[in-house]
């Protein structure tokens, strides 16, 4: 089927056919090789109660939408769009779904009507391989002030999300702030911008909450820094096996101090395998992020996550030790936080600071032979820690028999004594244990406390404790009221051999 309305004849010069869908509220298309465009012929469409317009896999479809008079003047390509529509375009649609669509090379041709999209939320476009730009003019983008989410992922092409061509606001005395509120852009192997395009001041993301970027290995950059200015509103942002070099730029001719303060909101930053990340804005910007309570910052190469003060007072702007300055200062950051992710830098750096709030403590990255777990570390300034993750490292043992659980005054605030391991850590809810390929013991049966409820073991193949249920069970630690549910013991046969 090329056609889903057929007209049997087209005389030379007849004017085109308006053709209203009153009641249609869900327009689904959906395997259709040979659809070419919904109608034939000359004809302009109109959808006043349309909410939902999701199309997939339609290999013959090379555009979605065009304005009808453009259209039918000859004024464009030959590329028929599977839509021709004028005046109001689509005054009710809300979500906008297009997957699958192996040919096609543009969303629109044509900037749409002012009036268009006006209540759409949603756009999600996923699987189009010959796709190079979702939004390629700035007048396009004015259209979807009021789109509050974006999804797009798996597109092969596609090297940028908003280009915005030169448009001189400051003739327009305008701003325009849009009420985008989550991002997400996966699986983007040749994206090279997510904001490109855009001259000073005039457009404003402070609505936006969640950003996610992963697997775009071509992106250099996340924002410019006018844009990351504008989001005051952004509260969590996960970037994740990115070519990212360095989070904010600055726009040529744009000049902006290091003192100032991006994304004031933040609660929540993951930045995980980022082996080209070398900073976070302009080699030399210390954040402090007072209400940040979870940060997650793992093989992040050629940056060090945190620095001391006196790092922050005398060595800015270069580098030190091979490093660029650290983008978080301890003595900010630490107190708020409640998640956090340490690799083995980190916990050499973090040596004497209290954990007062942090609940959840993943660390490891441990990767040389015969190195020693840091029990010494955890035993201190982790009073109301509920869940421990050691990770992906060597260790044969996990808090040793000789762990001592004392140490040395220090000016930050907490216990000075401890007693036996693990015993100082009295709020300790879930343990898990994974890709600790070395593994034999975990640690000394008597040590293990009864206020912890689970414990998980995953893909540690040296362990021995773990070797059987029947073992496990058999330990005095553990008669009632621990075990007796199974369910809170989660074990991976992958980890003992015997």
Not at 65 to 71: E, K
Request: negative net charge; contains cysteine.
């Amino acid at each position: 089927m090329e056609y889903i309305v057929a007209r049997e004849e087209e005389k030379h010069g007849e004017a085109a056919d308006i053709i209203v869908i009153p009641q249609i509220v869900t327009l689904y298309l959906h395997n259709m090789p040979k659809l070419r465009s919904f109608c034939q012929g000359k004809y302009i469409l109109e959808w006043p109660s349309l909410k939902e317009f999701i199309v997939e896999d339609c290999k013959a479809v090379e555009v979605i939408l065009g304005n009808a008079s453009r259209t039918l003047e000859g004024s464009v390509s030959m590329q028929r769009p599977l839509l021709l529509v004028e005046k109001v375009e689509f005054p009710n649609m809300e979500l906008m779904k297009i997957l699958r669509m192996d040919n096609m090379e543009k969303i629109w041709l044509d900037d749409p009507a002012s009036n268009a999209f006006s209540k759409l939320k949603t756009l999600e476009v996923q699987y189009c391989d010959k796709l190079s730009s979702i939004f390629s003019s700035y007048t396009m983008l004015t259209r979807f002030q009021n789109l509050e989410k974006i999804v797009v992922t798996n597109c092969e092409s596609l090297e940028v999300v908003f280009h915005i061509q030169e448009f001189n606001f400051s003739e327009a005395h305008s701003t325009s702030t849009f009420l985008l509120r989550e991002l997400v852009l996966m699986w983007l192997p040749k994206m090279k911008h997510v904001w490109s395009g855009f001259c000073q001041g005039g457009l404003s993301f402070r609505s936006l909450r969640y950003m996610q970027v992963i697997e775009c290995g071509s992106l250099k950059n996340l924002f410019l820094s006018l844009v990351a200015k504008s989001m005051t509103g952004l509260e969590e942002l996960v970037v994740q096996s990115c070519g990212v070099e360095q989070i904010i730029i600055e726009e040529d001719g744009v000049g902006m101090s290091t003192s100032n303060l991006f994304f004031p909101g933040l609660t929540n930053l993951t930045l995980l395998e980022l082996p080209e990340l070398r900073s976070f804005y302009e080699n030399s910007h210390t954040s402090t992020w007072p209400h940040l309570k979870e940060l997650r910052v793992r093989h992040c190469g050629k940056m060090r996550s945190f620095s001391s003060a006196c790092e922050i007072q005398s060595c800015q702007g270069t580098t030190m030790n091979g490093y660029q300055p650290a983008i978080f200062s301890p003595e900010k950051v630490i107190p708020h936080l409640e998640e956090l992710t340490l690799v083995r830098e980190d916990i050499e750096m973090l040596q004497h600071y209290f954990f007062g709030n942090l609940k959840d403590l993943a660390l490891g990255w441990y990767h040389d032979e015969n190195v020693a777990f840091p029990s010494n570390f955890l035993l201190h300034g982790f009073p109301n820690l509920e869940l421990l993750s050691v990770i992906c490292s060597s260790f044969e043992e996990v808090f040793p028999e000789d762990a001592s659980g004392h140490r040395e005054s220090t000016p930050c605030e907490g216990p000075t004594n401890v007693e036996k391991p693990l015993k100082a850590l009295g709020n300790l809810k879930q343990l898990e244990l994974l890709n600790l390929w070395n593994l034999k013991q975990f640690v000394n049966r008597a040590s293990i406390p009864d206020f912890i409820r689970e414990i998980k073991a995953v893909r540690s193949k040296g362990l021995r404790w773990f070797s059987s249920y029947g073992d496990l069970l058999s330990s005095d630690k553990f008669d009632a009221p621990y075990l007796a549910n199974p369910k809170k013991l989660r074990y991976d046969g992958r980890c003992g051999n015997g």
